[in-house]
């Protein structure tokens, strides 16, 4: 649809951001929405972020999502934080308002809609990883009900950071302990395209687990396919994608998008399936 002058406009920054698949995304709701609006790719530089934001704000810009490496950036710059974003210690969705900006963390949210009819309050959760994902990831599984939780990451240290912050049943372990695990989540980049593969021997896991992975290139990774052969339900990361860019476009654009077959071969068209 042609652009008027009352267009509502957003977009997704990062450094680089040509990768990221958000225009892609959220031009599809646009288009279903049949809205006056445009979602952009922003690259700006770490240093210049701040100032790029303001700039955006008094441009008329609806706000933008965050991606690598400006979401603690933006979790300093924002004049008000959502109780998640708080919790999450990062930011990677701002509004802008008339009154300031505000950061939101989408991640977690957008992790538990993945994961279906999966009741986090069900059972033990195993998280591999100690990052920001980890740690909104966690967050919202904790605050979902979830009765323990494990963390395990290369750097001990790190990891117990993250349960001190979180408190709660939080554990730290430097090998994951999967016995009684309900769901299992790599929230590191093993796996990804270009990276050496997750090794983790699933057979320890209950027959009623869930198995996820945040990485969503490829589709399916090694440790997604390595659950599906066992029987195990593998939830793929591209659905935290999709469910974590609802918010941001409601706050912006005012429709609530649905997430849906459409949509999801829409943004995976050029995602290998393995």
């Known amino acids: 649809m042609p652009l008027t002058g009352k267009a509502m406009l957003a977009g997704v920054t990062g450094w680089p951001v040509a990768h990221s698949r958000s225009p892609r995304l959220h031009g599809h709701w646009i288009v279903r929405h049949e809205l006056d609006a445009a979602y952009v790719p922003l690259p700006v ?13 008094l441009a008329g810009f609806r706000g933008c999502n965050v991606t690598i490496p400006h979401k603690e950036a933006a979790f300093a710059l924002a004049d008000m934080l ?65 009765p323990r939780l494990l963390l395990v990451n290369r750097s001990r240290a790190r990891a117990e950071a993250l349960a001190e912050a979180l408190g709660g049943p939080v554990e730290v372990a430097e090998q994951p302990k999967l016995e009684d695990a309900a769901l299992l989540v790599n929230a590191t980049s093993l796996g990804m395209a270009g990276q050496p593969p997750l090794e983790l021997d699933l057979a320890p896991l209950p027959d009623h687990a869930v198995v996820a992975d945040i990485v969503y290139v490829p589709l399916e990774t090694p440790l997604l396919r390595a659950a599906r052969g066992r029987g195990l ?5 591209l659905g935290m994608l999709l469910h974590q860019a609802r918010p941001g476009f409601h706050a912006w654009f005012g429709p609530d998008p649905v997430v849906d077959d459409a949509l999801r071969e829409a943004v995976a068209a050029d995602i290998p399936p393995r």
């Open 233 to 237: 339900r593998g939830v793929d990361g």
């Open 82 to 146: 959502t109780p998640r974003a708080r919790r999450a210690g990062a930011v990677n969705t701002l509004i802008f308002r008339e009154e300031g900006i505000e950061g939101d963390c989408t991640d977690g949210y957008g992790f538990l809609q993945s994961l279906g009819g999966y009741d986090p309050a069900s059972g033990p959760a195993v998280v591999l990883g100690a990052g920001g994902a980890a740690r909104a990831i966690a967050a919202a599984l904790l605050d979902a009900g979830c």
């Open 45 to 57: 530089r770490p240093e210049d972020f701040a100032q790029a934001m303001r700039g955006l704000r």
